[in-house]
């Protein structure tokens, strides 16, 4: 007994049948609606609280550095350039 084999599809009728007979097929759809609405909205609080904690999401990438011309790092110099003045 005891959940031993989760729920069966006679579990899921019973309460099915439970719903409609306490809230009446009107007002399932509503409920439905509401429901669906509000879970919605709790997701888009969750995400906006996660963007505002700071913590970086884990799909977003850090955007690259910029090296500025100052901060570039010096050429090489080229085997003729090296090669002493006689």
């Known amino acids: 007994m005891f959940l031993r084999n989760g729920l069966e599809p ?6 099915a049948v439970v719903l409609i007979l306490l809230f009446g097929s009107k007002k ?3 409920t ?3 429901l669906g609405k509000s879970l919605r ?3 888009s609080e969750t995400k906006a609280m ?3 904690s700071g913590d970086p ?3 977003a990438a850090a955007p690259a550095p910029q090296v500025t011309p100052a901060q570039a790092p010096a ?3 080229t085997p003729a350039d090296a090669r002493p003045a006689q």
Request: net charge neutral; glycine share 0%.
């Open 32 to 34: 439905a609606r509401a």
């Open 10 to 15: 006679w579990h899921l009728l019973i309460v």
């Open 57 to 59: 999401a884990p799909a």
């Open 28 to 30: 399932l759809p509503d």
């Open 41 to 43: 909205i709790l997701k």
């Open 50 to 52: 996660r963007e505002d």
């Open 75 to 77: 050429q090489a110099q």
